[in-house]
């Protein structure tokens, strides 16, 4: 089980999906702005600004694979 807790990531792309305005902030320069009202933790935080995208399936797509990273992170910090 991933130890990070995706809630409030999710919360941010079903946002994006279901409000345009939200999307286009997402996608633009207000990205901390409009992040600010979601509890993430510093580390989602980091991840979701570092993102560079041009639409949301590109920004869904990397957020998948940093999720994915973590995940394999974690695995293998506990297999040692």
Avoid: Y
């Amino acid at each position: 089980e991933c130890s990070m807790c995706p809630a409030m990531i999710e919360e941010v792309v079903g946002n994006a999906i279901i409000d345009r305005e939200f999307q286009a902030d997402l996608l633009n320069g207000k990205r901390a702005h409009v992040l600010a009202r979601f509890s993430l933790t510093p580390e989602e935080r980091q991840a979701l600004l570092s993102i560079r995208a041009e639409s949301l399936e590109s920004f869904a797509g990397q957020i998948v694979g940093w999720l994915q990273s973590q995940h394999a992170s974690a695995r293998t910090w506990q297999a040692s």
